[in-house]
């Protein structure tokens, strides 16, 4: 997977034609396998939009395509397309990748923090939410927010490592759960 990844991040460096990025991401048959590589590859416009076009074309959820693609448009500071892309109101939609995206669009923690709340009886994937939750509540000194979605999480990741990793980051900031 990895591989692929960095073929694509290559021929982005290069600045080559998007049909060139199209063309290696055709390679992926099926769409979990699509939002498997995600994670690998680095963010860019282009390479977002060609993955969301693969996606439609693999017949996935369009909410989790136009998550991404407004994730990255995000990362990029514009803000004005990504909310095009999922609407200034919370989607209707149970899919988490487009719901975050939703909410990473008011900057202001503490706005972010009360979007990202609201999608969690929404999305379909709480441990994701629940870590944004985490990771934008610690970085900016909620600390009473923070603490409450690492207690979420510990008591609910099932993976020893990654649960253990929570425990640490707790530990580490002087917290009790």
Same mark, same amino acid.
């Given at each position: 997977?990895s591989?692929?990844?960095?073929?694509?991040?290559?021929l982005d460096?290069?600045g080559?034609?998007?049909?060139? #990025?199209l063309t290696v991401?055709?390679r992926?048959?099926?769409? !979990?396998?699509?939002?498997?590589?995600?994670? /690998?590859? &680095?963010p860019?416009l282009?390479?977002?939009?060609?993955v /969301?076009r693969?996606?439609i !074309?693999?017949?996935?959820?369009?909410d989790r395509?136009?998550g /991404?693609?407004?994730?990255?448009?995000g990362f990029?500071a514009?803000?004005?397309?990504?909310?095009a892309?999922?609407g200034?109101?919370m989607?209707s939609?149970?899919?988490? !990748?487009l719901? =975050?995206?939703?909410a990473?669009?008011?900057? !202001?923690a503490?706005?972010h #923090?009360?979007? =990202?709340?609201?999608?969690?009886p929404h999305a379909?994937n709480?441990r994701?939410v629940?870590? &944004?939750i985490?990771s934008? &509540?610690s970085r900016t000194?909620?600390?009473?927010?923070a603490?409450?979605? /690492?207690?979420?999480l #510990?008591a609910?990741e099932t993976?020893?490592?990654?649960r253990?990793r929570?425990?640490? #980051?707790?530990?580490?900031?002087?917290w009790s759960?």
């Amino acid at each position: 997977m990895s591989r692929i990844a960095e073929e694509i991040d290559a021929l982005d460096r290069r600045g080559v034609h998007w049909n060139d #990025i199209l063309t290696v991401l055709r390679r992926i048959s099926d769409a !979990e396998t699509l939002w498997t590589l995600v994670p /690998y590859l &680095a963010p860019s416009l282009p390479v977002a939009r060609m993955v /969301y076009r693969r996606a439609i !074309e693999l017949n996935a959820s369009e909410d989790r395509a136009r998550g /991404y693609l407004a994730t990255i448009h995000g990362f990029f500071a514009d803000d004005e397309t990504a909310a095009a892309i999922t609407g200034q109101q919370m989607p209707s939609t149970r899919d988490t !990748e487009l719901l =975050l995206a939703w909410a990473s669009l008011d900057w !202001e923690a503490d706005r972010h #923090i009360a979007r =990202l709340q609201s999608v969690l009886p929404h999305a379909d994937n709480l441990r994701r939410v629940w870590g &944004a939750i985490a990771s934008t &509540a610690s970085r900016t000194g909620r600390d009473a927010v923070a603490v409450d979605a /690492y207690r979420w999480l #510990i008591a609910h990741e099932t993976d020893e490592k990654e649960r253990n990793r929570f425990l640490s #980051i707790v530990r580490e900031r002087g917290w009790s759960i």
